[in-house]
């Protein structure tokens, strides 16, 4: 059986995007035949998003809308549609997937982002800008910058290889957000997502990418102070719980293989 899917869409002020978003994704579900739900956050939304949202519902059965009645930022706008899709019973959710509302990623990329997952080759994936065709197209050169050797120096520090970490269109099997809690009030809750996943022991892939620029609304990142503080101590937090290698547990294992390689040989 194909997996059911849940797309956590967070929105705040996407008043000129959710109709053209509802309609792709639409298209995706019927040219691919994939069991898709879509799961719109609005996180308090000062303009039109929860009205349009509401007149679509009717024409969109897979449409599914939770409201907050204040904005709480991104964060909170994710951990709420995971308890919304981890609660869901009879059959739940086997994949949960997650993507910007503004357009800036392609509903089209999603069926290759659950494919690995579908096919049992990972458990969390990532739509990566760093692999092998993926891409930034219009993206300002300086927010290209800032994302290469932000990428580049945190996987580094904290050893996790993977390639894109801060990649907001990602997939993973609900188990993943069952096994690993996400605290991060801010943006980086993509990096926190991705680092615990992978020192969870999870199989983590990245599927290539194109990240274009939004063409309606305003962006809701912005590099300031906060930001880059907020981003420096979920680094060290992560530097500081990294997981501590117990060599002389390593140097027993080790002896035991070489034992058991041994004995094969001795018997053979």
Known sequence: ??????????????????????????????????DLTALAVDDGSRDATLVRLERLKPQYAFLRIVKHERNRGMAAALRTGIAAALAERGPGFDVLGFMDSDLTQAPEDLPRLIAPIAADRADFVLGSRY?????????????????????????????????????????????????????????????????????AGFRVGEVPITLGVRKNGYSKMAYTRSFWLGYAQLVLRLWLHRPVIDLHALDKANYAEAENTQGRRTAV
């Open 1 to 34: 059986m194909p997996p059911r899917v849940a797309v956590v869409l967070p929105m705040f002020n996407e008043a000129d995007n959710v109709v053209a978003l509802m309609e792709r994704l639409d298209g995706v579900r019927q040219s691919t035949g994939l």
């Open 131 to 199: 692999v092998p065709g993926g891409r930034m197209r219009g993206v300002p050169w300086t927010r290209r910058a800032i994302s290469v050797i932000g990428n580049a120096a945190v996987r580094g520090l904290l050893g996790v290889a993977v390639r894109d970490l801060t990649s907001g269109f990602r997939a993973g099997r609900a188990e993943v957000f069952r096994a690993i809690s996400l605290d991060e009030q801010g943006f980086g809750i993509q990096l926190e997502g991705t680092v615990k996943a992978y020192r």
